[in-house]
């Protein structure tokens, strides 16, 4: 029997992270076997080997992760969509095809397993073929962040050329978000409380930046940067009373939508002045597969690059996972095979 | 010179209304003379007439009022649209055609002069034809209530057979989509902490009703009504912490319309156990003129006929204003002319 | 081992068609065994039968028919959709869930094998839960018949009061088509060349009827009953020339719904006259599962009675073929169990 | 009375146009006066001079044009959306603003008068903010070719990167398509007879170019180009049989844009093999108001420069005229003032 390296933890805390040897999986009826190369990781990985990720009963022992690239390396009977050797990622929604998200769906490293193993078994209806552009490193940050700005951005807000889209804060979704309404070209405006990070995210294509150390008003000014009509689209990722001001700064009929990747927060909606400008406010959780089938097809054609901070060796998810608590510019991602 | 009856307030305050003697207005350019058969009443003449009306600054003296229906007596050069003795409703915004609201669109009795007259000039763009099967009266609760239901209900929400809608409370928007979903095919839940207010719902057509002073967690059982799943959309009437709930009783990717006639409120956007479902949260201010011909076109097929309360003679308006004050089940009108 | 009766053809052509005597099937991973109890036909079946269905390589020996109702007798291993005596109707396009149709998809009937057989084998992902207020006969025509009028009316057109619907012929689709968009308060037009079968549409609920043999010229008949402005939707289910007559009795910006259950027809778009009013011409192949979902929710909420010609036994499926040949008006029903 | 030049034909005929001395205009209420700067030309042109104009009865004398830029120079009482000095462009589309086209929308050079003159008089409704980035003379290449291609593209086709569009051709509306596709990060594919021509679109920024005189089966090698799947979306310009090509080239689901700037073209919709993947088929008639303040905003974020072939002075319209005639590679434009 083969054996492979798997991280599981048996009580909820990073430090009863352990690696473990277990059995190289095979696949069942209409599933593969991915050998993985690298995952990238999420602050809600941090919530779930804590214990709270909302909505979602912790079954121990339990192994975390969601975002996974790899390559085919089994295929179980009735497998249609892909062969051995092909190059693949996971979605981060298991069973969530097109259109509504359906009530089976689940997510991986959430109520299904986590992909932080040297190998994994997947449905194949749960992965799609992977960028011809990117390695597995890079590719491995487009399940959640990549396809959370996407799918608010392209999916869900349809942006187009001239169109000013607001990130709050520089993020994960952030960055990708910038990257991507610079690619339909719209403009981007950022709002930081870091000079530095917003020197790079001018350097990634955001046309403005705002340092809200500076400008608490931040609202009025990103308005006064689209000629008083107020920006077309806001990505809400800071929550609390921020919504307000984001309310302020949007155009009529704007849309802002609210990225939590499964984990809301509390805001409040603000009165008069805001309100009456028919915003539409849009919940986003990740997205689907054919968006995600989407998103690679235009990283291949923009040649769009994610960025990626830091890259860990296997054996270091520990570090990983320290350096994703104390913050990051760009995804950390660790390497699991070759 | 022929004069006409006119209702004017040269201070804020409805103790200061006054019904003056003017002259007939006659057609400029593109312009329409309508003579003023019946005015339904909002709240928000209300605010207007105590000087707290939002995001407008009063100009005095003013005219209160926006929901007329009467009949062209006169046409200005260069109308197409209409007609002399055609009967007319006009548009709660004049100029917002179609499509987004433009800027330059205004509201009669905010920014532009109100229509409680026994004759108005209109540009021809703001009216649109009257529905054959009702009566002036009836009609003139059109173009806001009405108008703002069918909005948020078909205009955005595509409100479909089989779907179920939840009412808060029983004021006028809510009675119109309750008649308007149930003429969809959809479910209608309503609350309301008035057991007699919940009767007669039931009698226009709502399936379900749920007394809010006996079931403080009315969304539990709104859930509970619809087999768990959540109801398909909600009519967010009361504002304040109530959003909350509203999240809660929503299925996944269901939409929740933000109806305030242009006066917002403050409200609360809770936290991890609602937000999750992928909301689409829809702010509704009226609608445009597009739609409210759809509208009439649907009142004639289906033979609506609209609640009304109480009506008013022309110089009765001090008290129908303090009827709509109290509170009313239907709309409160004023009988201008014949 | 249980064995049952399952109609086969060894060759082309219903005159081949035999009740074979076969093993009952065992549910794998994620299968249900579905015993059936009724299978509404479908013009496709027999030339499907006659080894003419387009696009798809006949495998012989086969099974025909794609439109079942029964319900649920065995579940295999890691099935959550369903459970033993669930009342299930199988979904047309298998493995179509929603948004846009995947490559992967098949169809029952069609490249995966029919349902006309006592039991069948199907991925709990191909079948939906039966409406509660229908017999399992009147619930079997809802499968591509009903799905198919549903998809173009309410997902691609949403349908809403006031509108005006064509409806081309007195066939399956047709008929749901008048009954749907009744449902959600629209104006039906018919047309047809047969006074009875107009009668008949009436009584269903159409609001008009033209006699195509006496009124050739039926596009401008039609768009006198819309006041000259023209019908919102046309259900195109006849072909050839037809088109060019559909785009002139169409209003500006209206909807051309091309319904060929998954068999085209030769059709000219004509010049000038029609062409200049911004249609939308939109082909409609069934539809998908969610949409499914929706239709037996509505269903249920409008007590909605599909109509059915003729129930015909389980070993009378040649006379049944025999019956759809020479024309029905409603579906022709093959009782497979009780 | 200050006077000016004013094209004019008093019988239809290229060989009757006449530069006529008549009065400046001065405006009316709500309506502007324009200094016409530059005045590109449409194909539609020449048939409007000709009296083949379709569904426009010609009234005599006639001035021809609809696209142009120019300065505001004075403005009638009740003008809201522009001042003196003011650069605009004139809307193709008067009175259709957004949404739907509504029935009193009409064409400037068309049932309206055109706008070769030095100076024109046009309600304020009809015009746009001209872009701060582009000449007068580039700039008149927008309100018709420009628009057509947006709206196409961007406001009905959600175009977004990745995407494969096809253009057939390489007149006014498919270069703009060129340029606005690769805007949005997708992929161009562009037919045509001429290696040359080809050779410019190429240069414009399209991917792919295929030379229909060598390959007349460019459908099959379309599809081939996006790995079989076949393209998002067609700009079907070329009209008769080549429609079924069309849908062959096309993706499942994908849309096919006719584009005929009011004059139609007979064509033939093929029948099973095309048929069967569920395109959506869009006529499309350039575009409203609001999108071409989307295009202006697009345009000067871009930095995208209109392709135009040759300018005229304003007494060499004929010349012009003739140029137009015998084809050219982008815009024609007459250069009216300074």
Redo the contacts between chains.
Sequence with gaps: MQTMGKWVFRQAGVQHLALEETAVPTP???EIVVRVAAVALNYRDLRFINGGQ??TALTLPATPGSDLAGVVVATGAGV??FSEGDDVLGTFWAGW????????ARVLGGSLPGVLAQYVVLNEAWAVRAPRTLSAIEASTLPCAGLTAWFAL?EKG??????TVLMQGTGGVALFGVQ?AR?????VIVTSSSAAKLRRMRELGATHGIDRSETPDWDRVAREMTGGQGVDHVFELAGGDN?GASLRALR??GRIS?I?T????????????????????????VG?R?AFD?????????GLKPVVDTVYAFDQLPAALAHLERGAFGKVVVKVGD
């Design positions: 069942g009826v209409g909302s909505g249609t969509r095809i097109d259109g509504e998200c359906p009530p089976e392209v349809t942006v187009h050329a001239g169109q991507l690619a339909h070209g719209a403009q919504l009529q009929g609210l939590g499964l984990d809301g927060y509390n805001m409040s909606l603000p009165s008069i002045p805001s309100f009456i400008g028919r915003p539409t406010i849009q919940g986003i959780g689907h054919r989407d998103l690679v097809r235009a990283v291949d054609t923009l």
